[in-house]
Every structure is written in C-alpha cells, then in structure tokens.
C-alpha cells in the first residue's frame, strides 16, 4: 500500500486512539539507525518476501485462544505461513517454523528469537511505547526487515496496517499472494482489555480493505 493511501487511515486510527504520531516516527528512526549499524547478513530482504508470498496460497495465523485447535484442520504444507507475533509459540509447538513473523516484540520474544534462528523473516515492528523492547532484542534476531505505520523510511517500510494481525494480511495481499486464509481471529472476543477491544474493532475493519483487494486481482 502507498503511504499517501494508507496516511489517511492512519491519522483516523490515531486519533481514535490517542496516540502520538511523533512517537511513531522517532521508533521507526531508532529502528532504522539500528538497523544500519548491524552485520548486513542478519538483514532479511523485500526480495525474500516476494518469493515466498507471489502467487502463493497464504495462511495468516492470529493469536486467539482458538488457533492451536484451528491448526489440527489445516495443511500447512499447502501454504506460506504469516505469524502475527504471539502465534508463532503455538506453531513452534507444534514443530513449525513460520515462513514469516510480523511482530512488534510485546509475545514470546524468546520463541521468535529462536524462530529468526531457523530461517523464519523477522518483520519487527517500531511504533510509539516499544523501541526500548527492539532496543533490547534487534541484536538477537536474524532476517530482519524493520516496518513502521508512520511515514516508511530508507529501511524501514510501510506495508499497512496497524495490528500485528492485520499488518500480516496487508504485507500478503501487497506482495501479491494467490490466496489469504485468516486462522487464529476472534475479533469478537470479549475477555480483552477495552483497548484491545479497540485494537480489534480497527484489525477487522482494516483486514477487509487487503482481503476485497486481493479478491479483486
């Protein structure tokens, strides 16, 4: 998605939320220094992305209470799988490594540590209250490529969307993904936190503008 189409929805979901958009740009430059003075080769590439997700079937796995059981009626081997940050423990449990993370670093940081060790892409997330997390934990993760819902920067990209969930869907339907299966969602649950009811209310009106794209194409 271009920034200019995106930046609308983003100042809408701050606003919303009340949120800072000068701390979203201070985390994505932080994320991007980081990022320049680290050994290129634990640097993942857009390249990568294109070719594991061009013209291929998708799984987007959230984090719900109903993924591990949702996971017992799939064929991963069918798919690419997109881990939205806390879903990648439940995979790894069950032996799999997610082709791709999409994490701002607040799940099983330990277990997407080990994931990055095993090949998996790492999209680290900087937004306004966690570059003391990336801060803490960049320098142990490999394939990393930086992302931020603010203006995108040299190294760190824009891919759209706001929740770890919801960015997943954006970066399959943008780099052109055959299909989009969605697992692991319950927008409707209601043991959250009134934010992350919030949260949830923005992750499924934000998924259906991906998802009616790639329908389209």
């Not at 189409?5 to 701050?14: C, G």
């Not at 997610?98 to 799940?107: P, Q, Y």
């Not at 993760?141 to 759209?160: D, E, R």
């Amino acid at each position: 998605m271009r920034f200019e189409d995106w930046e609308p929805i983003y100042l809408e979901i701050i606003r919303d939320m009340g949120y800072e958009r000068v701390k979203d740009e201070y985390s994505a430059s932080k994320l991007s220094e980081m990022l320049s003075g680290m050994d290129p080769s634990r640097i993942g590439s857009i390249d990568s992305l294109q070719v594991l997700i061009k013209a291929k079937d998708v799984l987007v796995c959230g984090n719900a209470p109903t993924l591990k059981a949702e996971l017992d009626y799939i064929d991963l081997i069918d798919y690419c799988i997109i881990a939205a940050d806390g879903a990648t423990e439940v995979l790894m449990n069950k032996g799999v490594v997610s082709d791709i993370i999409v994490t701002d670093l607040d799940g099983a940081v330990e277990t997407e540590i080990e994931a990055s060790q095993k090949g998996a892409i790492m999209v680290v997330h900087a937004h306004g209250d966690n570059i003391h997390v990336i801060n803490h934990v960049l320098t142990r993760l490999y394939n990393i490529i930086g992302s931020t819902q603010a203006a995108p920067l040299k190294n760190v990209y824009n891919f759209g969307g706001f929740t770890d969930g919801d960015r997943c869907v954006f970066l399959a339907s943008g780099f052109g993904a055959s299909s989009i299966t969605l697992i692991g969602f319950d927008f409707d649950d209601f043991n959250v936190s009134d934010i992350k009811k919030k949260k949830l209310d923005w992750a499924r009106k934000l998924i259906e503008i991906p998802m009616e794209q790639n329908l389209d194409d």
